[in-house]
């Protein structure tokens, strides 16, 4: 359903005046600690408070509050709890980057790899997250496409680049200092509407009903709870925009700001989920974007509201992945291969934004499921996992870590391909042959990457 009518000009001037709102808040960030760290004008760290929502919000994805809804209409409050609980995610994420800090002296994940396990484990890890930044782009403006119009039409594809244009205009003014400051607005904005919404449908309900809609077996979404639960030990590390945070301020002040930003995000997604719990107890047509049927079947007003949550998501997750982008391109690849870019790290950053948000809307115009995003990456680096939560257990080597990044991505591109074995599956639910891949997976990991180590140490 295109917007035609009159008052869905409402529609392209709020999306007209976010751009201009940011734009407004973002300062225009000429030094290399405001640009790439997040500094002030006077060189001091982000504020913790302004951790915490930048955090908070950069993790709300627009398709993850999508998938979130999805899950709960198909599985009730046991999906939303499945998807809910990878922002447990974060939390550990803030944990273990603080012991890299303290023990280990951490300034960055790919320059930790470089010091401890090689230039080559350095590249592959970087190859992995500019995948990550790319999905993150066309995953997040296609969500954004959708409450304009079908996908792939004119009305799809100009909001979806409109949109685009205006998140990369005030990323290019101010880097990750304006990324930052625009989450604390970008995270009020999702919170008023996401409040909104759920009054107008949670009093349609009672508790008993609500909790009806689940049952716990794993055919009927624990599969994928289970899996959550094992990919939280990975996932966080292969995503710059939560863990570029991680080192932007004091460790004890990052390690509070990521706990309290994960407790917070797990809450707010199970409670998105009951968006969808509503849709099935409605009755609403299943659909790959529950929440924008809903709000269709609910009036223009509420398409407008849920419009308001999904920009603000979708800017937050945007203006951090370009962000991103422009520390590794600037910073951390240069560093890499053993070179300062100095001030000019700064232009060849932007141009990389630039270059992202052209390309990265590829898959966009192409018509590919947001879903494909996380479902592909999440097995493709569970290798990552033995790599920084179990580091200093055993001397670290480079055969241990590519035995286990390559096995995770291995499997990963196996369990794409339908080259997994049958017999691997845990249970006969949507997700069991995820899971089976994923534990047996993770098992094959943790051996790959700690017996180099113990025989480098038996050496000894």
């Known amino acids: 359903m295109e917007i035609t009518s009159l008052l869905g000009v409402l529609f392209w001037g709020f999306l007209l005046l976010y751009g201009v709102l940011m734009w407004a808040l973002s300062p225009r960030a000429v030094t290399l600690g405001g640009f790439f760290h997040g500094e002030d004008a006077e060189g001091r760290s982000a504020a913790p408070w302004l951790l915490t929502s930048s955090i908070f919000i950069s993790w709300i994805f627009a398709k993850s509050v999508t998938n979130a809804a999805n899950l709960g209409a198909t599985y009730g409050l046991v999906g939303g709890l499945a998807y809910a609980t990878y922002w447990l995610s974060i939390p550990l994420a803030g944990f273990v980057i603080y012991r890299l800090r303290r023990r280990f ?4 994940l790919v320059a930790f790899l470089t010091s401890h396990y090689g230039r080559a484990a350095a590249l592959a890890f970087s190859a992995a997250i500019l995948i990550r930044l790319f999905n993150e782009v066309w995953s997040n403006t296609a969500v954004v496409g ?12 100009g909001a979806a680049l409109l949109f685009t244009a205006v998140t990369l205009a005030y990323s290019l003014r101010g880097g990750l200092r304006s990324s930052i400051l625009t989450d604390a607005a970008q995270a009020a904005i999702f919170v008023v509407a996401l409040v909104w919404v759920l009054g107008l449908i949670l009093p349609q309900h009672s508790p008993r009903e609500l909790v009806s809609t689940s049952e716990w077996a794993l055919a009927t979404g ?9 990919q939280v030990f990975s996932y966080p590390f292969h995503d710059p925009v939560l863990t570029d945070r991680g080192f932007i301020c004091e460790e004890r002040s990052m390690r509070r700001a990521f706990v309290v930003a994960g407790v917070l995000g797990f809450f707010a997604i199970l409670a998105f989920s009951l968006i969808g719990v509503h849709a099935q107890l409605d009755g609403l047509a299943a659909s790959d974007n529950v929440p924008a049927a809903l709000a269709r079947s609910m009036g223009l007003l509420a398409l407008l509201v849920m ?42 950053g932007m141009a990389v934004m630039v270059l992202f948000a ?21 097995t493709m680096v569970i290798g990552l996992a033995p790599v920084f939560v179990l580091h200093g257990l055993v001397r670290p080597t480079r055969l241990g870590f590519h035995l286990s990044f390559w096995t995770g991505l291995g499997l990963g591109v196996a369990l794409t391909l339908g080259a997994i074995p049958a017999a691997w599956a845990i249970g006969t639910g949507k997700y069991a042959l995820l899971l089976g891949t994923n534990l047996y997976g993770l098992l094959l990991c943790c051996a790959g990457y700690l017996l180099p180590g113990l025989l480098a140490r038996g050496r000894a």
């Open 307 to 348: 419009t308001v949550v999904m920009v603000s998501a979708a800017g937050s997750t945007l203006d951090s992945t370009f962000s991103s982008l422009a520390r590794l391109a600037g910073r951390e690849l240069p560093q890499l291969a053993g070179r300062d870019l100095g001030q000019k790290a700064i232009a060849v």
């Open 105 to 108: 002296g951490a300034t960055g």
């Open 358 to 378: 052209l390309l990265g809307n590829l898959p966009m115009l192409a018509g590919t499921d947001i879903l494909k995003a996380t479902t592909i990456s999440g």
């Open 222 to 230: 624990v599969d994928l709870l289970l899996v959550a639960g094992l």
């Open 146 to 157: 959708g409450y304009y119009g079908d996908a792939g039409s004119p009305a799809f594809i």
